[in-house]
């Protein structure tokens, strides 16, 4: 992994064989990043899991092990209680057929390349989980 920031504006590049999650962690860390905006995600991965959210106590995680095209990667990134990163990020991806979908991203293996910017932010952003759905919710300050 390879990563630059000037200003608030922070742009990555993976490699292959490196796991998209840890290197967004070592990421983050170097620049020092609370809260984030990924504004773009591209490139091919593979071993991608995504979700889908159903209903409480219903999430349908989904392992595809072929390597797949990264259309975009969007969401934000923050720093709960435990002075960890959280990440609520969700990807579009398509196959050799040109066939399209997506979901909420778990995890993904670089195949070729993978190319992200990140913006960061000062906006204090909490998680906690919402009883309605069982799900992570955003609060802000």
């Avoid at 020092?32 to 490139?43: A, D, F």
């Avoid at 002075?83 to 990807?91: A, G, K, S, T």
């Avoid at 195949?111 to 960061?120: C, D, Q």
């Amino acid at each position: 992994m390879t990563s630059s920031q000037e200003n608030n504006l922070i742009i990555a590049r993976l490699f292959p064989g490196e796991n998209f999650f840890e290197q967004l962690k070592i990421i983050c860390f170097k620049h020092n990043l609370k809260t984030g905006v990924v504004l773009s995600g591209v490139g091919q991965l593979g071993d991608v899991e995504l979700g889908f959210f159903k209903e409480k106590g219903n999430y349908l995680p989904q392992k595809f092990e072929s390597p797949l095209e990264v259309l975009n990667i969007s969401g934000i990134v923050s720093v709960n209680e435990k002075n960890e990163y959280d990440f609520h990020l969700h990807i579009s991806l398509s196959d050799e057929q040109k066939n399209s979908f997506g979901g909420h991203f778990i995890s993904g293996i670089v195949s070729v390349t993978l190319e992200i910017a990140i913006l960061k932010t000062d906006i204090i952003i909490k998680r906690k989980i919402e009883e309605e759905t069982g799900l992570s919710g955003l609060f802000l300050n």
